[in-house]
Nanobody, 126 residues
Framework: VQLQASGGGLVQAGGSLRLSCAAS????????MGWFRQAPGKEREFVAT????????FYADSVKGRFTISRGNAKNTVFLQMGRLNPDDTAVYYCAADQGRLILSATREPTAYDFWGQGTLVTVSS
């Protein structure tokens, strides 16, 4: 199983970026796929998730209304459209997926995910 994240880069405050994550090696049709981020010196934190194939989406309060998570038609790709970026959004962004058994109450926990991508760096300048 492999998750490949892309789309990071340098953007000015107020700008937008779209992250992509392509998963391969098994079916992710029923999987929960999400995004986490880790800023320098901080713990990895939940950003957004697309629960069980994309039936529901959940967001961290810090990104709600600014970020949108979506899935590709084949359900093995997850996107994160990020808008109104600010310097606090600077971090390495990681995509993650589970085997299809993640329960709703655990969607924000990194340990609940089985597979992880390598991360893509997002830097927001002020």
């Amino acid at each position: 199983v492999q998750l490949q994240a892309s789309g990071g880069g340098l953007v000015q405050a107020g700008g937008s970026l779209r992250l992509s994550c392509a998963a391969s090696g098994r079916s992710f049709r029923r999987s929960t796929m999400g995004w986490f981020r880790q800023a320098p010196g901080k713990e990895r934190e939940f950003v957004a998730t697309s629960w069980r194939g994309g039936g529901s989406a959940f967001y961290a309060d810090s990104v709600k209304g600014r970020f949108t998570i979506s899935r590709g038609n084949a359900k093995n790709t997850v996107f994160l459209q990020m808008g109104r970026l600010n310097p606090d959004d600077t971090a390495v962004y990681y995509c993650a997926a589970d085997q299809g058994r993640l329960i709703l109450s655990a969607t924000r926990e990194p340990t609940a995910y089985d597979f992880w991508g390598q991360g893509t760096l997002v830097t927001v300048s002020s």
